[in-house]
């Protein structure tokens, strides 16, 4: 009995955690408004796992929600910003850029979860 239920518990481990995607996140940000926009933006990345900037204003999330769920975090957070959110599959390694090592570094992290 003890060894079935082990079994079972390793052959739907996937079943016990929630999926998490990565996703590239864009908008353009209005510094100059109270409260600033870029705080409203942290307060919203900062409910994803875990997060990075790749430039001024685009990010790469990990995250448990699904991209419906981010428009609709980010469009009530920052109603007059126009962004952007897709799936980033950094798994199959076909991307390249010119990024600080320390960004490389992160987008590996990324890939590895």
Request: with cysteine.
């Amino acid at each position: 009995m003890h060894n079935n239920l082990i079994e079972i518990v390793r052959k739907h481990i996937s079943l016990l955690h929630a999926a998490e995607t990565v996703y590239l996140f864009g908008s353009v940000l209005n510094t100059n408004k109270i409260p600033n926009d870029i705080d409203i933006l942290k307060k919203q990345l900062d409910k994803c796992i875990d997060w990075t900037r790749l430039h001024a204003c685009t990010y790469v999330l990990n995250t448990t929600s699904n991209k419906e769920e981010l428009y609709d975090r980010f469009k009530y957070a920052l109603p007059d910003n126009k962004f952007f959110i897709a799936n980033l599959n950094l798994s199959n390694h076909d991307y390249t850029g010119w990024l600080a090592s320390k960004t490389w570094d992160r987008l590996k992290e990324f890939r590895n979860k």
